[in-house]
């Protein structure tokens, strides 16, 4: 029995689990909000990206629901039994735009003719997400649904539940937990409840009556707030909440308003939450600021598309959305990303992070300004008007890429062992000196999901590599005979066999 049983036994009270599941997204957001943990053989599972609860704010068009839209989309893509819902205030989602975003995600494994519409069986059609809205539910019936489900879920023995990647604290067996669900719930500045239509309806403009509206909204909209921290945990829920931002009036200038969030400008508001949602959300960014990507030179979108707009002058699809990270309880806060968006397909992971590594003064890129490659992948040859169309159709150039950002945003974010300092290209050459195929190695999994081992392909996280590079791990999926001479003497473990392993 381990120790933590054992003070469990003796004080009645029940331990918690020793990781909590956060599922990694990309796009630049997994390192921030994330650290490493040691998985069954040694090998390092990345815990970050999504957390339960999600906030994002921003000013209109600021593209705050694309980005939503893909942060769960990417989580349920990845995670393939999960499923949820969106509930829009607002009345005002499409729902054929929202099934394109998700059918350009990547782990959908969805193709698209000539004419650029969708082949294949979507999240829709496996129904794993539907939509209602305002109209069909107001904010109280809502509520009492959602938590009726989310308690059904974490107390009904009968739950599907599964395998995270994550071990136990005796470390020989894996913590399960019910399958991950998921809702966005866009907006939150108009979530309303019956009451207070019904306030609204009997008072006009200027009726005294009127003055309790907003103090009444903001009572629900907490007792909403303060159920979900325990029951998104304990059901394996996953919620976002967007909502909108607006200006902070101070009437007295000798003596301004406190600041709610060290890194909010002062005035600024997050409008229609009350204060519990600035410290209940697990993550909350705001996207405050889209901008027009265009080339300077040409006047055409800095990575022009041959399927969209080619070098078009005065083409608006792609966008750079810079977003920054407002509170962050698994990570630092206060840093912002750019995160590239096109107004066709959504938020465009692999280009933000090539877009990351080329303004980090090309963190892992090779050649001249006109023509380039990634260190991790020489062979391609890149420039600016081909780089989104090869990352678009080449699986390992969108690793290299994934892999590059990664180490950048590591040595920026954390503070690493001086030995796990490197550029790129010395990853390339170390590893390659050692025996190994980094055609093989791109051809991998770099993110953890549910039932991570069952999956029957390669995972290999951006610090298996650096480890790898100092002869601490080679990965378990490969067989004997096809490990490297120069690491066979590295020891190989298996946490439900050795108790040895760390």
């Known amino acids: 029995m381990s120790k933590e049983n054992k003070d469990s036994k003796t004080t009645g009270l029940t331990a918690s689990m020793p990781t909590k599941a956060l599922w990694p997204i990309g796009c630049l957001f997994d390192i921030p909000t994330g650290r490493y943990v040691k998985g069954r053989y040694n090998e390092n599972i990345l815990v970050g990206g999504l957390a339960h609860i999600t906030g994002i704010v921003g000013h209109g068009n600021n593209f705050k629901s694309t980005i939503a839209h893909y942060m769960y989309g990417k989580m349920a893509a990845r995670n393939k039994l999960a499923k949820g819902h969106i509930y829009d205030t607002e009345l005002n989602v499409d729902e054929d735009r929202v099934i394109s975003l998700h059918n350009a995600m990547e782990e959908y494994g969805i193709e698209t003719d000539e004419m650029g519409m969708s082949v294949g069986e979507g999240i829709v059609d496996q129904d794993r997400l539907m939509f209602t809205d305002k109209s ?17 879920k974490a107390e009904n023995k009968a739950t599907v539940t599964g395998n995270t990647p994550y071990l136990n604290r005796e470390r020989n067996g ?11 719930l866009d907006s939150f500045t108009e979530f309303s409840t019956k009451d207070v239509e019904k306030m609204q309806d009997d ?15 903001g009572m629900q909209k907490t007792r909403f707030l303060m159920t979900l921290p325990s029951l998104t945990m304990a059901s394996s829920h996953y919620l976002i909440m967007t909502a909108h931002i607006g ?22 508001k997050i409008k229609g939450v009350p204060e519990k949602f600035t410290f209940l959300t697990h993550n909350c960014w705001w996207a405050n600021g889209a901008s027009i990507l265009a080339n300077r030179g040409t006047k055409g979108p800095e990575y022009p598309s ?21 509170r962050g309880k698994y990570g630092s806060s206060g840093f912002s990303l750019s995160i590239i968006v096109s107004q066709v397909e959504g938020v465009k992971p692999a280009l ?3 877009h990351y590594i080329k303004n980090s003064k090309g963190f892992g890129i090779g050649g001249n300004l006109q023509n380039y490659y990634l260190e991790l992948y020489p062979d391609c040859k890149l ?17 290299a890429v994934n892999i590059t950002s990664e180490m950048c945003q590591m040595q920026y974010f954390w503070n690493m062992a001086p030995e796990y300092y490197c550029t790129p290209k010395e990853l390339y050459d170390d590893i390659k000196a050692l025996g190994y195929d980094w055609d093989v190695l791109l051809d991998t999994r770099g993110y953890s999901c549910m039932d991570h081992y069952e999956q029957g392909d390669k995972p290999l996280s951006t610090k298996d590599l650096l480890d790898m ?5 080679v990965p378990f999926w490969l067989e004997d005979k096809d490990v490297p001479e120069a690491v066979k003497d590295v020891p190989r473990y298996d946490a439900f066999k050795d108790k040895k392993a760390k």
């Open 174 to 184: 894996f913590i399960k937990i019910p399958y991950p669900t998921f809702s966005l």
């Open 247 to 268: 200006a902070e009036f101070n009437m007295d200038q000798y003596n301004p308003n406190p600041k709610k969030l060290q890194h909010l400008k002062s005035n600024v």
């Open 136 to 152: 069909m539910h107001e904010g109280d019936e809502y509520f009492d649904i959602l938590r009726e489900f989310l308690f059904d």
């Open 383 to 399: 420039s600016r008007t081909t780089v989104r169309n090869k990352l678009d159709s080449d699986v390992k150039l969108r690793r």
């Open 306 to 326: 041959d399927r969209f707009d080619n070098e078009r002058t005065g083409s608006t699809d792609l966008n750079e959305v810079r977003v920054t990270q407002l």
């Open 352 to 354: 933000s992070e090539f």
């Open 469 to 473: 590079r100092l002869k601490r791990y």
């Open 203 to 217: 008072n006009s403009l200027g009726d005294s009556g009127a003055n309790m509206i907003f103090m009444r909204q």
